[in-house]
């Protein structure tokens, strides 16, 4: 039987807290530091592992996971190659959506806003902070290029390597990005599809919290 006649039935009922109004706290980067505790507390494997859309000037539009490495209440960042297809999105058109898929616990957060890139003492600080073979990586993939081979991939990292058997300065082409939010919502799972969704949308120097249907 094709595998594909089984996705109608494919389907799970949630049932999770009520997520209401009232619990929430005064801005979103609190409530997000709140559910993040949770999925860390409840095990997820990389709980930090996030979806990043983005789009070019045209509009073709991108996603990929990536891995949160910050968040406070200027946005949430990310790093990556300046190059690579994420990176040139932003460039051309700087404004992001991220995911937090936390199936497990039955959660989702979604984040909307412009995108800035970090001061270069900030990417050098995290750079510096990673495994040595991280970051010979960083050195080595020219991300989201075509390349010949694996084995062209692996002969490039082990020339950096030979190049740099200690610290490996910073590329010109890599650092971070922060998303700074404009919207961020909340999904909390719920009986007969009637899910709760709870966002928080900028307004001015403040959050208006509003609820949607689901």
């Not at 690579?84 to 991220?98: F, H, T, V």
């Not at 080595?140 to 390349?147: E, N, Y």
């Not at 007969?192 to 249907?213: I, K, N, P």
């Amino acid at each position: 039987m094709d595998s594909a006649s089984h996705l109608p039935g494919l389907r799970h009922s949630y049932e999770g807290e009520p997520l209401i109004e009232s619990g929430m706290a005064a801005d979103p980067v609190t409530q997000f530091a709140l559910w993040f505790a949770d999925a860390v507390a409840a095990g997820l494997p990389e709980p930090n592992a996030m979806v990043v859309a983005t789009s070019s000037a045209g509009g073709r539009p991108s996603a990929r996971t990536v891995l949160l490495k910050g968040f406070d209440e200027r946005g949430f960042v990310f790093f990556t190659n300046y190059e690579s297809r994420k990176g040139r999105d932003l460039g051309e058109n700087p404004r992001a959506c991220l995911l937090f898929p936390w199936h497990p616990i039955r959660r989702q957060v979604r984040v909307e806003g412009s995108v800035v890139r970090l001061p270069r003492e900030d990417s050098a600080a995290y750079f510096h902070s990673r495994p040595y073979g991280s970051r010979i990586g960083a050195w080595a993939s020219r991300q989201s290029a075509v390349v010949e081979s694996r084995e062209q991939l692996d002969a490039r990292f082990r020339e950096l390597a030979a190049r740099w058997p200690q610290d490996p300065p910073l590329p010109d082409f890599w650092g971070g990005f922060r998303v700074v939010p404009a919207e961020v919502e909340f999904w909390q799972g719920q009986t007969d599809r009637m899910h709760d969704r709870l966002r928080y949308r900028r307004t001015g120097a403040s959050w208006t919290l509003e609820r949607l249907a689901p």
